[in-house]
């Protein structure tokens, strides 16, 4: 069974810094590609980044733009989002998927973990 685990959210003040985790099991780590996406308070969901572990290739939204850094681990299973800069529009609930292939792949979202709230002080 594949499971997902967003960790890592919290309170922070503009321009600060945290780092979310996305603990994965029941799936080869390095098949997988692991996107990271957001829902703030009366905004759709919109995707923050993604990456390919087969290639380490990585795929940002332009509103990131150099802020944030997706990585990932094979060797602990677990995806990443070193988020820096943080502002305060950058609130909301921050979600791991995973999925077979790479990013953009029509199976790269197949499983979703719970989100973890991120709340950026002005």
């Known amino acids: 069974e594949v499971q997902l685990q967003a960790s890592g959210g919290g309170l922070v003040q503009a321009g600060g810094s945290l780092r979310l985790s996305c603990a994965t099991s029941g799936f080869t780590f390095d098949n997988y590609a692991i996107s990271w996406w957001r829902r703030a308070p009366g905004k759709e969901r919109e995707g923050v980044s993604c990456f390919t572990a087969s290639d380490g290739r990585t795929y940002y939204a332009d509103f990131v733009q150099g802020r944030f850094t997706t990585s990932g681990d094979s060797a602990k299973n677990r995806g990443y989002l070193q988020m820096n800069s943080l502002k305060p529009e950058d609130t909301a609930v921050y979600y791991c998927?995973?999925?077979?292939?790479?990013?953009?792949?029509?199976?790269?979202?197949?499983?979703w973990g719970q989100g973890t709230l991120v709340t950026v002080s002005s």
């Open positions: 998927a995973a999925g077979p292939g790479s990013c953009g792949s029509s199976t790269y979202t197949d499983y």
